[in-house]
Nanobody, 128 residues
Framework: QVQLVESGGGLVQAGDSLRLSCVASGRALTGLYAMGWFRQAPGKEREFVGV????????SYATSVKGRFTVSRDDVKNTVYLQMNSLTPEDTAVYYCAADRTDYSDYRPRNLNEYDFWGQGTQVTVSS
């Protein structure tokens, strides 16, 4: 079992930056888990934001955040980060991190159904 706890959300203004953290416990992430970030706005389905491979060498992003958001991981700290820059009100959502057990070091799943473990989410609100 892997437990995931997100933090770092809050209320910011358009154009600001935030960094979300996701701390894992129960298992080491190194080389075993691709780590994804998803978000869910009120009345909308949960959507893919970004993912980093288990090796840490490959990343993928949703078109809506590419160039503004960056996923990184520190396997020593068993922590994954989502750096969010140039935030807009459209980025307002609950942000979730998730872990996908994979044997493929560069695999970067975008489908939420592929993920095995989820955090409880952290709210990000961007005012205009």
């Amino acid at each position: 079992q892997v437990q995931l706890v997100e933090s770092g959300g809050g209320l910011v203004q358009a154009g600001d930056s935030l960094r979300l953290s996701c701390v894992a416990s129960g298992r080491a992430l190194t080389g075993l888990y691709a780590m994804g970030w998803f978000r869910q706005a009120p009345g909308k389905e949960r959507e893919f934001v970004g993912v980093i491979s288990s090796s840490g060498g490959r990343e993928s992003y949703a078109t809506s955040v590419k160039g503004r958001f960056t996923v990184s991981r520190d396997d020593v700290k068993n922590t994954v980060y989502l750096q969010m820059n140039s935030l807009t009100p459209e980025d307002t959502a609950v942000y979730y991190c998730a872990a996908d057990r994979t044997d493929y070091s560069d695999y970067r799943p975008r489908n939420l159904n592929e993920y095995d473990f989820w955090g409880q989410g952290t709210q990000v609100t961007v005012s205009s």
